[in-house]
């Protein structure tokens, strides 16, 4: 069974960091691309970043490229989520999900919808005040 549990989260300023990290088990981890979303009161979960199995390919939505960094360390079975430059419009719950790796033609495809990641983290609070 597929365990994915996230940490790190808190309340900070507007301007500061906040690093998340998300421990997975039950998986054959680098077999798996990782992802962040986050969902906002009231708001639909969205897509925040991802990664690819090695780690080579990252890709975020629009809002948060510059500040946020994904990264993995499939030696721990875990991906952080490394978030600067905070602003209130961060403020959300934030989850951590997990792809099954699939191929087209040879390329990795990689998810960036919600319906693509096949397993959850119950979330982890980042409130970020002004």
């Known amino acids: 069974q597929v365990q994915l549990v996230e940490s790190g989260g808190g309340l900070v300023q507007a301007g500061g960091s906040l690093r998340l990290s998300c421990a997975a088990s039950g998986l054959t981890f680098s077999n798996y691309v990782m992802g962040w979303f986050r969902q906002a009161p009231g708001k639909e979960r969205e897509f925040v970043a991802a990664i690819s199995l090695s780690g080579v390919s990252r890709y975020y939505t629009d809002s948060v490229k510059g500040r946020f960094t994904i990264s993995r360390d499939n030696a721990k079975n875990t991906v952080y989520l490394q978030m600067n430059s905070l602003k209130p419009d961060d403020t959300a719950v934030y989850y951590c999900?997990?792809?099954?790796?699939?191929?087209?033609?040879?390329?990795?495809?990689?998810?960036?919808?919600?319906?693509?990641?096949?397993?959850w983290g119950q979330g982890t609070q980042v409130t970020v005040s002004s």
């Open positions: 999900a997990a792809a099954r790796a699939t191929f087209s033609g040879g390329y990795l495809v990689m998810p960036k919808v919600r319906a693509d990641f096949d397993s």
